[in-house]
């Protein structure tokens, strides 16, 4: 049996790129016809990138169609429905789309307008000169099915540079004969002054990462000794004042990172890393983080992450945060005082997708600003960036990442009605996934749950998740209920205050051998209750609520080990670290934070004497900073795993430092021996995690 041919197109070379771009300037030069003109970029579109279809989209809005005139057919542009040619157009912003059938946008009838077998949609839209920046015409290019090729960031570069080129020859007669009478540019002229424009880009870039990566180590110290400095404080207007820093450092920290983010973006260079990881491993500090910002602005932050949710997923979990993130200030920005935010993740096991919403009771958005709110640099009002602060790119930069997940972040709002944010993105979950939570545990246990007349949004959510487990429980609404309550029960569920009203009728509870689960952030002296206690805190997050459940089936509870769920943080005493970093500022405060964990710590300000300091010490972790004078952290590490394996030594745990947040640097890391990556500014909590997570094991 003949084994049949796979055929696999090779990468262009610059010369052979440049080779093709000539041959067309020769081509067009001759032509006058816009059909041939636009037959020939078709060909060389397949000829440039891996596509067996490619076609020239030349839009009409009036008629609300793209013709095609090699074909000398139109098909429709409906703008109001989601598909990869829409977000496309209404964009601005090339596309590149790898198996269709995981992209919530792809819509086969706009998308797929000659019913091919498709499997890889690459999209570039050429841009005219206007301010208006009218789309002339989108460049369309399939891989079809069949085909082990597949669209690489160089096609994408590379069919970028020729719209440019071909730009001129789709313009206005006019414009074209204004733009050039009096420089009669060859193309391969044009091609030249776009390299050394792009080089020059390129150098830019480069300069501008060098400076983000050194604002972002000074930063790290400014915001480690305030946060050091505001644990400490006890008088108030003092603590206020160290706040008010804390939060304006981390702001200048954001608006870098959003400024770094746009000119990824603009040079096409924001990369998706997909990896396996747990929703609510990854995604949960984000509404702790939240609802402790959401709480000082007495706003109501309320949450449900789906139980339902498979125990792994496979996207990019630091981009899904970073979208989370954006909406979130936003909701927080422009909610008013007692107002409500909630953040909902939801699964859906029919399409594999899982879909994050961010909904808060603020102004609302008017129609005409929720297409433009997604455009860079645009606010609702003029006054809104003197009023609320930031920049504007957050929801650019959201909706753009939206699109690299596979997803699009669209919108629901009406003036005086609050808005609603909302993005679906495809989990990819790897075959045989069971889900996050084994529900089968929870079917032996009876529940009572004191849910108050008036029903708070934490009881709401907490009922929410019992009905997804098939939970058997049971309510009662006051404490005359509570109190008449003889049914059999394992555990009871009640708010702090309600606790503290009862708490005779709840000790005595807990002395017939039940357990009790108080709800509530903090513990009051009222509130010291003995036996088979625990407390969940808000916002209520599902593992929480599970271990919680599973807790208070254990009858043997004083000596079960899980009960140490929170750390104390004397356990330390004893162990010792080993901090790298050639920044004396940052030295300090990691020394600083270490004493108050009761840690023996070993200070080195570059890799040589580190490596020293390895040798010769019992070192249980290392924090190594990347960025130094001399040796890099990633060489000093890797010589440190070398002299491990000579000398038979355990393998000490090394987590990397950097203010360099590129995928380049943290591979170098990785690939050195480093267990983990941080990334700069630290806040304390991390560096907290960090170490619980690996010396409490």
């Not at 460049?139 to 440019?164: C, H, P, V």
């Amino acid at each position: 049996m003949a084994i049949k041919n796979i055929d696999i197109k090779k990468e262009l070379t610059e010369e052979e790129f440049k080779e093709i771009v000539i041959v067309c300037e020769q081509r067009f030069e001759q032509e006058h016809e816009i059909e041939k003109i636009a037959l020939g970029c078709e060909d060389k579109t397949k000829e440039i990138t891996p596509a067996k279809e490619a076609f020239v989209l030349l839009p009409h809005e009036e008629t609300q169609e793209f013709e095609i005139i090699t074909l000398n057919k139109r098909i429709p542009m409906n703008l109001e429905e989601e598909s990869i040619i829409a977000e496309c157009y209404k964009t601005k912003q090339a596309l590149i789309v790898n198996d269709i059938t995981r992209s919530f946008l792809y819509n086969e009838k706009y998308d797929n307008f000659m019913n091919y077998e498709l499997k890889d949609i690459l999209l570039i839209p050429i841009v005219d000169d206007t301010p208006a920046k009218n789309i002339l015409a989108i460049m369309w290019a399939a891989i079809t099915e069949g085909s082990w090729n597949q669209y690489t960031q160089k096609d994408l570069t590379y069919m970028t540079r020729f719209s440019i080129f071909i730009k001129r020859f789709l313009q206005d007669k006019e414009l074209i004969e204004s733009k050039y009478e009096k420089e009669d540019a060859s193309f391969f002229d044009c091609m030249e002054a776009y390299d050394k424009l792009s080089a020059k880009n390129r150098r830019e870039q480069e300069y501008f990462s060098t400076i983000i990566h050194d604002v972002r180590t000074p930063m790290n110290a400014v915001i480690g000794f305030l946060e050091l400095l505001n644990l400490k404080e006890s008088e108030k207007e003092k603590k206020e004042y160290l706040e008010i820093a804390l939060k304006s450092a981390e702001t200048m920290v954001t608006l870098i990172n959003d400024a770094l983010d746009i000119s990824k973006m603009a040079s096409g260079k924001m990369n998706i890393e997909n990896v396996e990881f747990s929703v609510f491993k990854e995604l949960s500090d984000v509404a702790k983080l939240f609802h402790n910002t959401a709480k000082k602005k007495n706003i109501s932050f309320n949450t449900f992450y789906d139980p339902e949710l498979p125990k792994v997923i496979v996207s990019d979990y630091h981009r899904i945060k970073q979208i989370m993130n954006n909406l979130l200030s936003n909701a927080i920005k422009f909610t008013p005082e007692n107002g409500e935010i909630f953040l909902d993740i939801l699964y859906n096991k029919k399409n594999d997708g899982m879909t994050i919403s961010v909904k808060d009771s603020g102004p609302g958005i008017s129609k005409e600003m929720q297409q433009e709110i997604f455009s860079a640099y645009t606010q609702e009002k003029n006054s809104t960036a003197r009023e609320h602060g930031g920049t504007g790119l957050g929801l650019s930069i959201s909706s753009q990442l939206s699109v690299l997940l596979g997803g699009i972040l669209k919108l629901e709002s009406e003036p005086g009605q609050g808005s609603t944010f909302y993005f679906n993105i495809p989990c990819n979950t790897p075959k045989n996934t069971p889900y996050a939570f084994e529900k089968e545990k929870l079917q032996s246990l009876k529940l009572l749950v004191y849910q108050p007349e008036t029903k708070s949004n934490a009881i709401l959510s907490l009922v929410h998740y019992l009905k997804k487990w098939d939970v058997n429980y049971h309510e009662v609404h006051n404490e005359k209920e509570f109190l008449a309550y003889k049914h059999p029960f394992d555990t009871f569920i009640i708010f702090r205050e309600d606790a503290i009203h009862a708490n005779q009728h709840v000790q005595d509870t807990l002395d017939n051998n039940r357990a009790a689960i108080i709800l509530g952030d903090t513990f009051l002296q009222e509130c010291r209750f003995e036996g088979n206690v625990q407390r969940l805190n808000t916002p209520l997050l599902p593992h929480d609520i599970y271990n919680a459940l599973l807790l208070s089936l254990d009858k043997d509870f004083s000596n079960s080990k899980e009960r140490q769920k929170f750390t104390n943080l004397q356990q330390f005493n004893g162990k010792s670290i080993l901090v790298v970093d050639d920044n004396s500022i940052n030295l300090k405060f990691m020394q600083e934070v270490l004493k108050t964990m009761n840690i023996t710590v070993f200070l080195c300000s570059n890799g040589v004497d580190a490596i020293e300091t390895y040798k010769n010490n019992d070192i249980d972790l290392i924090f190594m900073d990347e960025n130094m004078s001399g040796m890099q952290g990633h060489e000093a590490i890797r010589k440190m795993r070398t002299f491990e394996k000579e000398s038979n030594q355990k393998a000490s745990i090394i987590i990397g430092l950097t203010g360099n947040a590129d995928k380049q640097t943290k591979k170098a890391l990785h690939e050195s021996g480093a267990d983990s990556v941080l990334t700069k500014p630290i806040q304390l909590h991390e560096i907290q995690e960090a170490i619980t997570n690996y010396l409490s094991k």
